[in-house]
Structure formats: C-alpha cells, structure tokens
C-alpha cells in the first residue's frame, strides 16, 4: 500500500514556504513568514478533520443558529518547541480543543515516557507530528513510540511539514502506510 501524501497547494502558503526554502537576509520577514506558514499550514490541514455542529436557539420571537465545534473532539500536535517554536505559536489560537506536546526524540529513541498529555488521546483524537523538513528517521521513532507504547490507531496520526525528503517518505511508506502526509516541498535527493 501506498503512503497518502497530501500536498498543500494554495498560493500564500506556497509563497511562504518558497520565502522560507530561500534564506532571506532579512530576519524579522524570515520569522513572520515562518510565524504564518505554520499557522497556514495547519488551517489548510485541519480544515479536513474539523467537523462544525449547528445548535439554534429558539426564543419567543426568533431563533438563533450558532457553529460549534464537537468537544469530544481532540486534536494533537507533537512537534520539538526548541526547533519550531516560530511555528507553532500561533497554531492554538485557531481552535480551543487542541493541544501542543513537546516531543524529545532522544528520550523515545531511549523508549522512556515522554509523553505526558498522551493519556487525553481517545477515539477522537487527530494526532499531528509537525516539523519543519522531514529529514530523517526520528518521526518514525515516534510513530513507533505511540503505536506500541500508547496503542495509537495508525490511521490517527498524521504528519506536517513544510517541507520532506523522498527517502524518508519512502521509509515511512514501507513501515507505516496508512499515515498521511501533509506537505507543500517534497525534495528529491540523489
């Protein structure tokens, strides 16, 4: 089976992801454009997984409709704050049922528990492990680490980045298939 690998195509998002791929000179245009990449990013990609309830209130002489979301709903964002800080600093103003856990890939390498807040996780919890470039083989470790230690459904964790390499996609593909993948870069190296 194949890995589901999304690609994020809208324009600004696009556009900021080439402003950050090219190292501007200009630092504090560089921090804004990662700011808002992450936050974009993560809107194009829950917009999937967020479900909107309506509730109408009827009074005497009219009735109301509101959108809510679901709470039972849960949603997850690992990611290593050290490295993508700039990122994810925004992200928690988009919904309030959404979660930010630091991740230490030394500590799951080791297989110690690093997790905390995994216990929230439950059937209707969307799991994103968010990275800036996928390079190497630590989001695996931590796929493994909830799959086996936290007995995660594969089919609720997915993975963002900006941008990924091929061979680690394909290495996750042959592991782990029924991830998806949410990127707006796939890099092809030699």
Sequence with gaps: MQLNIYSISHPIIQLLSNTITVKNKNNILYYYNYKNLGLLLMYEILRKYI????VYIKSLYSTKEL???NYNEKYLILSDISNNYEMI???????????IININYINIKNEQKTIQDIEKVNANTQIFILEEQLKNVNV???IKYLTLMHQIPINHINIACIKSEQKILKQIGSIYPKVKVYTTQILYTR
């Design 89 to 99: 600093s925004g992200i928690k103003t988009l919904i309030p049922n959404i979660d």
């Design 140 to 142: 695996i470790s931590i």
């Design 67 to 69: 959108k809510l979301i």
């Design 51 to 54: 479900k909107i309830q309506n």
